[in-house]
């Protein structure tokens, strides 16, 4: 009998989608028994996807609640609001579920439904669901039934002022919570496979704009995660930006520092993160790149002190992979016991 994990996945046809039956087609201990897509049920996933050609040999289904409860492992890879229409009925068969849109991110519903415009489906399954970044809450994730996958933004924004916000747990007054600044640029995969007039390559091509400044729906999920991360209330202004790149996030994150003058943020940062094998903090000075991060599962992180009173903090991911599909592998990865670089020990595509 194999020991492998059986997968399905709910809504292959967008670019999160396929850039997880890219890294699950190549995962040692995966097999990909099932993938749905009400539109294109009946064709082959390599017709859509030339890429996949040789090395997914799946044809899309309808959703069959059956087929997918047979699975271990179930990932959502769809709008906001469809997961948690299947997440009970999956739980019931014995699959986990990991849902990479919104629907578990947030624990209060009211919340949700304010920023998302529909009612939570199963708000008691909230409390059971785990907040999927691994580098801040691992052994919760080992044991979860429901993982809320963060979204791209929010990875990059906790990840870069983890280290800041726990000294200001364990030393309160040490940085200044109430005004933290998260400068953000993405590219424009992270707006989905869709005909939008704004992604049109007229529109974004040699064009720079932010977007979302009337409050934009990783926000609250961010505060949210950031306040745990501190121990208390965070006040955070996001400005997120659409770049002319297909892959990449580039967030700048702007910390300023009260009793901290002997602070040493190099080190805060080295000694964090060391051993994290997907956070890669960059030697003093340096200055990262999006495209070092391309089709990796890596967060590269360069931390500044301008000032004696502020740290600025540079943070790079691919929002496909550690944004998105990779973050939702590594998570599947510790679910099951394996290694949790297995599957993703992917070397950046340059140039």
């Keep these: 009998m194999s020991d492998k994990i059986r997968v399905g996945i709910v809504g292959g046809t967008g670019y999160t989608g396929v850039e997880l039956l890219r890294l699950l087609s190549q995962h040692p201990q995966v097999d990909l028994a099932v993938i749905t897509s009400r539109k294109e049920s009946g064709t082959p996933v390599d017709q859509i996807f030339g890429s996949l050609r040789r090395h997914v040999n799946l044809r899309f289904s309808d959703a069959d609640d059956a087929a997918l409860g047979a699975c271990d492992v179930v990932f959502f890879a769809t709008p906001h609001g469809v997961a948690m229409g299947q997440a009970r009925q999956l739980l019931t068969a014995g699959a986990r579920v990991i849902d990479l849109a919104a629907d578990f991110r947030l624990r209060d519903p009211a919340q949700f439904e304010s920023w998302y415009k529909m009612p939570h489906a199963c708000p008691d399954l909230l409390a059971q669901a785990v907040y999927g970044l691994p580098e801040l809450g691992r052994e919760a994730v080992r044991s979860a039934r429901i993982i809320g996958l963060p979204g791209c933004y929010p990875t990059s924004i906790q990840l870069g002022l983890a280290p800041l916000l726990e ?160 973050q939702a592998v590594q998570c599947m990865n510790l679910l099951f016991g394996r290694p949790e670089t297995e599957g993703l020990a992917h070397v950046a595509v340059v140039p």
Aim: net charge positive; aromatic share 4%; glycine share 10%.
């Design 167 to 326: 000294l200001e747990r364990s030393r309160p007054a040490s940085i200044d919570c109430d005004s933290i600044i998260a400068d953000c640029k993405s590219g424009v995969s992270g707006a989905g496979r869709k005909a939008d007039l704004d992604l049109l390559s007229a529109e974004v091509s040699e064009n720079f704009r932010a977007y979302g400044l009337g409050g934009h729906r990783h926000h609250p999920e961010t505060v949210q995660q950031l306040t745990v991360l501190a121990g208390r209330k965070v006040g955070l202004t996001f400005i997120p930006h659409l770049v002319p790149m297909i892959r990449g996030i580039f967030s700048t994150l702007y910390v300023r520092l009260r009793s901290a003058a002997a602070l040493d943020l190099q080190g805060l940062y080295e000694k964090r993160y060391a051993g994290e094998p997907f956070v890669d903090v960059l030697p003093a000075g340096s200055a990262p790149e999006t495209r070092s991060v391309r089709g990796t599962n890596t967060v590269r992180i360069a931390v500044h002190r301008p000032a004696a009173d502020l740290a600025v903090v540079l943070v790079v991911e691919d929002n496909l992979v550690k944004g998105a599909a990779g």
